[in-house]
């Protein structure tokens, strides 16, 4: 009796955002190492983010959407998974223009003990999350065949200048600003360990000098979905994209990249 096809994984849809500034060697993004007991993309450097939740949709009305009417889930889940793994938060006061201040995050941190939840929290101090600043950069869906995919929406932001990354310690054990190019040298020598959309969008925002030209790229930028492909070898599922995907596929060290 042959044996029934396996069920395709549904990709769970997830978020992720770019936290840029302007350093002293050029244009800085926000990185952290996942823990190495993390059940996805353990001991690798990603940017902040994760799964779109359900209470997401309870800050639909706490939101910066003026202008803005794509991806609104991905956008709020973006900016609250970067605030519990790194505690910067894009958001600001009821009727401020300018983003909070580290003194704001405190506070907004008290509000969050008393009421127990992020959209609570929010609701509670008034404030409004600032989706207005992501600017979509990438679309990735994992591979098809492995046992756990996502569906990631990869958004760029200036960071609020006046905040400090923490890690939590716990999906997050370093939290730190890195230039691109550094990320993707450590990465080629073995010292990290990137995934291939992290790599390859490293890759791009390295030809970016500053923030303000990372965010005009990204502005014009074609947002293409990329689904990786994984054929079997005798050393395991190499990853490879598809060709014409908006990356520059050239000098890509593929060997790096294996399903997990």
Same mark, same amino acid.
């Given at each position: 009796?042959?044996?029934?096809?396996? /069920?395709?994984?549904?990709?769970?849809?997830?978020?992720?955002?770019?936290?840029?500034?302007?350093?002293?060697?050029?244009?800085?993004?926000?990185?952290?190492?996942?823990?190495?007991?993390?059940?996805?993309a353990a001991g690798a450097m990603v940017f902040p983010g994760g799964k779109i939740d359900p209470s997401d949709q309870q800050l639909m009305g706490h939101c910066s959407?003026?202008?803005?009417?794509?991806?609104?889930?991905?956008?709020?889940?973006?900016?609250?998974?970067?605030?519990e793994e790194t505690s910067i938060l894009l958001a600001r006061r009821a009727g401020a223009a300018r983003l909070m201040t580290a003194e704001d995050i405190q506070d907004f941190r008290d509000q969050q003990a008393l009421?127990?939840?992020?959209?609570?929290?929010?609701?509670?101090?008034? /404030?409004s999350l600032a989706t207005d600043l992501l600017i979509p950069i990438a679309h990735w869906i994992t591979p098809a065949g492995l046992p756990k995919r996502f569906d990631t929406r990869f958004f760029v932001a200036p960071a609020p200048p006046e905040q400090i990354a923490r890690e939590d310690?716990?999906?997050?054990?370093?939290?730190?600003?890195?230039?691109?190019?550094?990320?993707?040298d450590a990465a080629?020598?073995?010292?990290?360990?990137?995934?291939?959309?992290?790599?390859?969008?490293?890759?791009?925002?390295?030809?970016?000098?500053?923030?303000a030209m990372a965010l005009d790229a990204a502005r014009e930028r074609e947002i293409v979905t990329v689904i990786p492909e994984m054929t079997p070898t005798t050393e395991g599922y190499p990853i490879r994209v598809p060709p014409d995907v908006g990356?520059?596929?050239?000098?890509?060290?593929?060997?790096?990249?294996?399903a997990q």
């Open positions: 009796m042959s044996s029934s096809p396996s /069920i395709p994984v549904i990709p769970i849809p997830a978020a992720t955002i770019l936290l840029l500034r302007d350093g002293l060697e050029g244009l800085e993004v926000l990185m952290m190492e996942r823990h190495r007991d993390s059940g996805f959407l003026v202008g803005v009417n794509d991806l609104p889930l991905a956008r709020i889940a973006a900016i609250r998974e970067a605030f009421v127990g939840n992020f959209p609570g929290a929010v609701a509670a101090a008034g /404030i310690g716990f999906e997050a054990i370093d939290a730190h600003w890195t230039t691109p190019r550094a990320a993707l080629d020598q073995g010292s990290r360990f990137l995934m291939l959309p992290t790599y390859l969008i490293l890759r791009e925002l390295s030809r970016a000098a500053s923030v990356y520059d596929l050239e000098n890509v060290p593929w060997d790096q990249f294996r």
